[in-house]
């Protein structure tokens, strides 16, 4: 993530910060490609693995703050969702405030770890559990955006 991990105050909220701005920029500047998107995050989601487990090897502390590359995992679950299923559709103002809500919903799960976050974050002292818990947090701000399109639905 070019040297944001090395930002000594908050440097996983820089991480998420960067990473939507940079898949902004990917999606809605540059126009790249849904499919395109997908085969570079399963590269960067595979290479993760190797590049946590090689840096945490010889370290007492399994997820050092300034691994970052977990939350560009996890903060791209609910922006490549988005884009998905906004297809061809390029509404850059509107993807700005939904981007907004990702960000800060992703935050929140990221910090207070609600369960299943919590359980990778706590039962696994390796790799895994660095991505785990973040791309369950990913996974929670879709939940919690699909939960609050059905309330909508109801009510309006």
């Known amino acids: 993530m070019l040297g944001i991990g090395k930002i000594k105050f908050m440097p996983g909220t820089f991480g998420s910060l960067a990473t939507t701005i940079i898949l902004y920029y990917l999606f809605h500047i540059l126009n790249l490609s849904i499919n395109l998107f997908l085969i570079f995050l399963i590269i960067i989601f595979i290479y993760s693995f190797y590049a946590i487990s090689s840096h945490i090897k010889n370290s007492t502390n399994k997820d050092p703050d300034e691994i970052v590359i977990d939350e560009f995992l996890g903060q791209s679950i609910p922006i490549f969702l988005y884009e998905i299923f906004h297809g061809t559709k390029k509404d ?3 993807a700005i405030v939904y981007y907004c809500i990702f960000f800060i919903l992703f935050r929140y799960f ?6 299943p976050v919590s359980f990778f974050d706590k039962n696994f002292k390796n ?8 791309i369950c947090a990913g996974f929670y701000v879709v939940l919690t955006l699909v939960c609050f399109m059905i309330i909508k639905s109801y009510i309006l």
């Open 127 to 134: 790799s895994f559990g660095v991505i785990m818990d973040d």
């Open 110 to 115: 990221d910090i207070m770890k609600p369960f």
């Open 92 to 94: 850059g103002g509107e």
